[in-house]
Nanobody, 114 residues
Framework: VQLQASGGGLAQPGGSLRLSCAASGTIFSYNTMGWDRQAPGKERELVARMSSNGVTNYADSVKGRFTISRDNAMNMVYLQMNSLEPEDTAVYYC?????????WGQGTQVTVSS
């Protein structure tokens, strides 16, 4: 399984960015896709997950600001990030869990700064 993420960049506080991730390869029909992030000097943390049957999970720090969505037919996952804060600055990694295995993309940098 391979994951290709895109959409990172620079945003001002209060601004928005949208991340996209495409998964390819042998993927079970039931799977969970989502995003983690890692800020400099900090451990990687879960941001959001969404199962193929629509169940979502968000970190408390992003609830109400970030929205995860999926296109199951295309094996795509998206992260709409609104009301961005400097604390959201991190490398964001796309993830898929399929058949009990975890796969990660290469990461995309998100920087929130004025």
């Amino acid at each position: 399984v391979q994951l290709q993420a895109s959409g990172g960049g620079l945003a001002q506080p209060g601004g928005s960015l949208r991340l996209s991730c495409a998964a390819s390869g042998t993927i079970f029909s039931y799977n969970t896709m989502g995003w983690d992030r890692q800020a400099p000097g900090k451990e990687r943390e879960l941001v959001a997950r969404m199962s193929s049957n629509g169940v979502t999970n968000y970190a408390d720090s992003v609830k109400g600001r970030f929205t995860i969505s999926r296109d199951n037919a295309m094996n795509m996952v998206y992260l709409q990030m609104n009301s961005l804060e400097p604390e959201d600055t991190a490398v964001y990694y796309c993830n898929i869990r399929s058949a009990g295995y975890d796969y990660w993309g290469q990461g995309t940098q998100v920087t929130v700064s004025s």
